[in-house]
């Protein structure tokens, strides 16, 4: 049996108390259990549990910083298990998330699919002044409402610049409805990437960080990679973005930004092939060392 099978079911699997203790965290991360209306694929109910079990085999040493972010603390809360009805499941997500969104403790989501997102960007649009949303996504997801829900995986950028106007940049996007291309021109507080125009390319990333107000919520949808490289999604449109894009975007968002809090949704676990849920893991330990970079001592 590896090394890694033995060491607590934790974010990183960190094994020294005074590293995953909640009260000293300065990370917590929410696992959120919730497919409550895919429309394609499935398994995203089940994607939080299986990132956090994949993310025991990383190395905690973050290369590009030289530096072990998980040292500031990575507390890992319990999973949010499903309500009956997608109004009782924001309601209870956000009434969860308004009670641990703090400028001390930073928030990192894992989901999931696309829709538990909303109440978690409110909670933190609440405690935070000037916010936009950085998403990346296949999709731009600003349909009023899907299969007879508000709530719904394909309407979360809707409840973000329509209710609650949040300004946003959308990146890498190659999917939309006819719908959703209208109210594009009804002057929504949006600007979109599309992944034709930047795919393979970092060129465009300072003008899209120069869209962003001073705080940022990023919100990643694994569907905005290619599929060649995340597979197992909900909806795996052709054409996303790269791995060394993807960073370098993160990267530049969190050093000329303050990004409050973040999530990854819509990776759906495969017993079959479960190796992307090793990506997952390593793009959210990436994008908090990018983060925190000012805050980790270096090695």
Known sequence: MSESANLPM???????????????????????????TVSYGSGTGNGAEAIIDASRNMELYEEETSAEVYKLGIHTLPTVRPRETPDAMMAALYEQSAS???PGKFVCMIGGEHSISAPVIRAHNERYEDLSVLQIDA????????????????SIMARVVKDMRIPSVQVGIRSISADEAVSLKEGLPTKIYWAKDVVGRTDWINEAVDALSDNVYLTIDIDGLDPSI??????????????????????????????????????SYSPEYPSPAFLCAKLIYKSLAYIFVDETPKI
């Open 230 to 267: 995340v597979p197992t999604t909900g909806t795996p449109e052709p054409g996303g973005l790269g791995w060394y894009e993807t960073l370098e975007l993160i990267r530049t968002a969190a050093r000329r930004k303050n990004i409050v809090g973040m999530d990854l949704v819509e990776y």
């Open 10 to 36: 934790n974010f990183g699997g960190i094994d020294e108390p005074q590293y995953f203790d909640r009260e000293k965290a300065r990370i917590l991360i929410l696992p959120v259990s919730y497919e409550g």
């Open 100 to 102: 641990i969104v703090d």
């Open 139 to 154: 999709h731009a997801d600003l349909r009023d409402s899907y299969d007879g829900t508000e709530h719904s995986h394909a």
